[in-house]
C-alpha cells in the first residue's frame, strides 16, 4: 500500500513570496490533514477535511494560507505572502473517515528567508 | 477543548534498561489515543492506539502502552530500550465524541545511552 506522498521535499523562499504545498493521500481515504511542525514542537493542525469539506480551519491563517481538497483526493496548501515565521514542516495525513489513526507523509521543509 | 501534555523534554535510558515515556491527557468524552515517532529528517510513524478494551496495548518495534482511565494517562513503555529507539516519540489524542481532531503533545525526545 503506497503512503501519503508529499512534494516539495524542501523549499526555500524569501519573505512576502508564495508557495505551495502538494499531497496526495492514502487511496481510500476520507478524512485529509494538514499540520504545522515548528522546530522543537508538536504538530499543530492547520486544516481538516472530510472528503472535499472542510471540517476544521480554526486555527489556519486565513489571511495567508489557504488549502483545497478538490474531487476529495488531492491537497494543495498555499501560503501568500510568507512571513519569516511560516519556517516550519508542513505534513499532510489522512485517515479512514476521521475515526482511526492518522498516516502521515514526510513533510515539507519549508525556511523563509 | 483536548489537550495533551508530555511533561518530560527529553528522556534518557541506558541501553538495556526499560523505558517509560509520560502522557496524559484532557478531554471532554471518551478518547482515542495514539502514540508516533519520529526520526530526523522523517515524518510521523504510527507506534501504537489504545480505543477500547484492554489498557495495556501492544504497538511496533516492541513498544507498549498503558491506559490508565483515573489518571488520564498513556505512558508509552518498552521492557528493553535499543540505541535504534532514540528519537522523537508524540502522544496524540482524539475525542470520540466531539471532532476528529488529533491534538498532539509537544514531544519528548528519547536518548538510549550505549
Known amino acids: 500500500e503506497a503512503g501519503v506522498a508529499q512534494s516539495p521535499r524542501y523549499k526555500i523562499i524569501e519573505k512576502r513570496q508564495s508557495v505551495a504545498f502538494w499531497c496526495n493521500p492514502i487511496s481510500g481515504h476520507a478524512t485529509l490533514y494538514w499540520y504545522q511542525q515548528i522546530l522543537g514542537q508538536g504538530p499543530k493542525l492547520l486544516i481538516q477535511?472530510?472528503?472535499?469539506?472542510?471540517?476544521?480551519d480554526s486555527q489556519l491563517p486565513k489571511d495567508r494560507f489557504s488549502a483545497e481538497r478538490l474531487k476529495g483526493v488531492d491537497s494543495t496548501l498555499k501560503i501568500q505572502p510568507a512571513k519569516l515565521e511560516d519556517s516550519a514542516v508542513y505534513l499532510c495525513?489522512?485517515?479512514?473517515?476521521?475515526?482511526?489513526?492518522?498516516?502521515f507523509g514526510q513533510g515539507t521543509r519549508l525556511t523563509v528567508v | 477543548a483536548q489537550s495533551v501534555a508530555q511533561p518530560e523534554d527529553q528522556v534518557n535510558v541506558a541501553e538495556g534498561n526499560p523505558l517509560t515515556v509520560k502522557c496524559t491527557y484532557s478531554?471532554?468524552?471518551?478518547?482515542?489515543l495514539f502514540w508516533y515517532v519520529q526520526y530526523p529528517n522523517r515524518g510521523l510513524q504510527f507506534l501504537l492506539k489504545y480505543i477500547t478494551g484492554d489498557n495495556l496495548v501492544k504497538g511496533s518495534y516492541g513498544f507498549e502502552a498503558e491506559f490508565n482511565k483515573s489518571q488520564t494517562s498513556f505512558h508509552l513503555k518498552k521492557p528493553s530500550a535499543l540505541v535504534s529507539d532514540s528519537a522523537l516519540y508524540f502522544c496524540a489524542v482524539r475525542d470520540m465524541n466531539r471532532d476528529d481532531k488529533i491534538i498532539f503533545g509537544k514531544g519528548t525526545r528519547l536518548h538510549i545511552l550505549p
Open positions: 478531554v471532554s468524552g471518551n478518547p482515542y
Open positions: 495525513a489522512s485517515s479512514w473517515q476521521g475515526r482511526t489513526e492518522a498516516f
Open positions: 477535511f472530510q472528503n472535499n469539506g472542510v471540517v476544521d
